[in-house]
């Protein structure tokens, strides 16, 4: 069973920094893309960053680069979101996703968590 938990959320003020971390198990974590995605409220969901396996390249939505920095420990089926400068319109309810493929999705991951929420503060 494809287990994904998420951690490291929380109440920031604007230009602040945030690091999550996701636990993952029951797969292969190194064979799969692997990534963040965002929910807000009235807002269309979005992958924010993504690890693909077929070149090891990480992948960023344009709302986030130069900001957000994602990373693995394959040893410890884990990956991280750096997220730095934030602003309030970061604030959602961040989830851990993994894809069946060693590509990142253009739209949705497979599998996802339960999400963390993150809130930026003005």
């Known amino acids: 069973e494809v287990q994904l938990v998420e951690s490291g959320g929380g109440l920031v003020q604007a230009g602040g920094s945030l690091r999550l971390s996701c636990v993952a198990s029951?797969?292969?974590?190194?064979?799969?893309?692997i990534g963040w995605f965002r929910q807000a409220p009235g807002k269309v969901r979005e992958i924010v960053a993504c690890?693909?396996?077929?070149?090891?390249?990480?992948h960023y939505a344009d709302s986030v680069k130069g900001r957000f920095t994602i990373s693995s420990d394959d040893v410890k089926s884990t990956v991280y979101l750096q997220m730095n400068a934030l602003a309030p319109e970061d604030t959602a309810v961040y989830y851990c996703?993994?894809?069946?493929?060693?590509?990142?999705?253009?739209?949705?991951?497979?599998?996802w968590g339960q999400g963390t929420q993150v809130t930026v503060s003005s």
């Open positions: 996703g993994m894809d069946e493929t060693i590509h990142c999705p253009s739209y949705e991951f497979v599998y």
């Open positions: 029951g797969f292969i974590f190194s064979r799969y893309a």
């Open positions: 690890i693909s396996r077929s070149d090891g390249r990480q």
